[in-house]
């Protein structure tokens, strides 16, 4: 990994993606740090980024490298936590069912995904699933829903929709742009997460049936 | 590998022979020692500005990744909500604020005739950030004045006036602020705070019939 990459554009990203993810606009304190819970998610996703190879956390900090070296590999490593624990508050519904449900659903899906330690495709794969999902839950399905806007007959079925669940689903309007900027963020997300320094792999020499190369990792 | 700003290395460019050997001049003689030995030099001190010129970048780097990370745990307990806020709040960091003396005025004299939504409107102009603890100060004073009655006081302009006040004591150096002017009856911040919390009060002094009797500050 050069050095450019290492020492400006990750941390750059991921610390645009920190600040950025807890912008609630409109609101009378916009900026919002992550959750608990997400600083609990975000320990997952940086254990599965290891687990699967996507992350070389000895690429980043070793006892070889220079002093400078390690603070930017350090660096990369404490931005890439806050990202992502930001990117995981931002993705999850502010309050009510909604919240209880994703929040269950994302620790599942990390939990799942440490299990069954994928290797780096399918691991940037899952992700690109997993945060799109969540990213059109709430901003495309809940917002829908929170949508002040409308005829008359959208707020009557809004309002025997909200009697129907006793007020559980129904979650404060979002700013307009709002889902944009979400979704910008989550591209930038996955985009700096397929450029952090992969494990090496080496190819093992017989090739194994179906005429696929074997990867074995060899940290 | 073998070229650089003096064209290929003099030793490495010798032809081999079939045999494998090769004729390579005393080095001790000449032009040739001096070619070779210059050569060398150079490519060293390429590698050795490659070495520099990564630690630059990476210490760059590090130096950019901590102000970045410094300004977001700014913005995260400041809770700016416009960019004049984060420009501003940026700029008074590094000591760089600075009000617009000629709004700040223009607020002075809308306060001075009690015009007191005009004076809010120069003042807000005058420091948009809401960095300068003076200017809000003469916000909250605003508040104080407006909201100010014999009988009751406006709670709504009482707390926006209490907002302020809170403000600019947490913007004055150590949290102390004084204001010397002669218009002013109550001069610190703390004596305003200290009113507009009075009047956001209930108690028993709310129902003294002598209360009409006060006056304005």
Redo the contacts between chains.
């Keep these: 990994m050069s050095a450019v990459r290492e020492a400006f554009i990750l941390p750059l990203l991921f610390l645009t993606i920190a600040l950025f993810g807890g912008l609630d606009p409109g609101a009378p304190a916009p900026w919002n740090p992550p959750s608990l819970f997400s600083l609990v998610l975000a320990v997952m996703v940086m254990a599965a980024l290891v687990r699967s190879g996507t992350l070389a956390p000895d690429r980043l900090m070793h006892g070889s490298r220079p002093i400078v070296a390690n603070a930017n590999g350090l660096v990369v490593l404490l931005s890439l936590f806050a990202a992502s624990a930001q990117v995981l508050n931002m993705l999850t519904p502010r309050s009510g069912l909604p919240s209880l449900i994703v929040g269950v659903v994302l620790f599942v899906l990390l939990l799942n995904t440490l299990v069954m330690s994928p290797d780096r495709p399918r691991l940037l794969r899952s992700f690109a699933v997993v945060t799109g999902s969540a990213f059109v839950l709430k901003f495309v399905i809940l917002a829908s829903l929170a949508d002040p806007e409308g005829g008359r007959t959208k707020r009557v079925l809004l309002a025997l929709f909200d009697v129907a669940t006793l007020g559980t689903i129904s979650q404060a309007p979002l700013h307009s742009a709002a889902g944009y900027w979400a979704f910008v963020l989550v591209l930038l997300f996955l985009a700096a997460v397929a450029l952090l320094p992969p494990a090496s792999y080496r190819s093992t020499a017989a090739l194994p049936p179906y005429g696929e190369r074997a990867l074995t990792r060899t940290e | 590998m073998g070229s650089g700003p003096l064209g290929p290395d003099p030793i490495r460019s010798i032809p081999y022979r079939s045999d494998g050997s090769r004729e390579v001049p005393a080095l001790q003689t000449g032009a040739f020692f001096v070619s070779v030995a210059r050569h060398r030099r150079i490519f060293g001190a390429c590698r050795y500005n490659r070495a520099v010129r ?2 630059i ?6 130096v ?3 102000a ?2 410094s300004a ?1 745990t700014w ?2 307990v400041r ?3 416009t960019v004049a806020q984060v420009t501003g709040g940026l700029a008074a960091g590094v000591g760089a604020y600075r009000i617009d003396p000629q709004a700040f005025a223009d607020g002075l004299t809308f306060f001075k005739n009690d015009q007191f939504v005009e004076a809010r409107a120069a003042f807000a102009r005058a420091d948009p950030a809401e960095q300068d603890a003076r200017t809000q100060f003469y916000i909250a004073y605003s508040y104080y004045r407006q909201g100010w009655g014999r009988i009751y006081s406006d709670d709504v302009l009482f707390s926006e006036g209490l907002k302020r006040v809170d403000l600019a004591i947490a913007r004055a150096p150590a949290g102390r602020l004084v204001v010397d002017d002669p218009n002013l009856q109550l001069h610190s911040a703390d004596e305003l705070r200290a009113e507009l919390d009075a009047g956001l009060r209930r108690d028993a002094s709310d129902f003294n019939p002598l209360r009409v009797m006060r006056k304005r500050k």
């Design positions: 990564e630690q970048v990476r210490g760059a780097g590090l950019v990744a901590i970045y990370a977001i913005t995260y809770q700016p909500e």
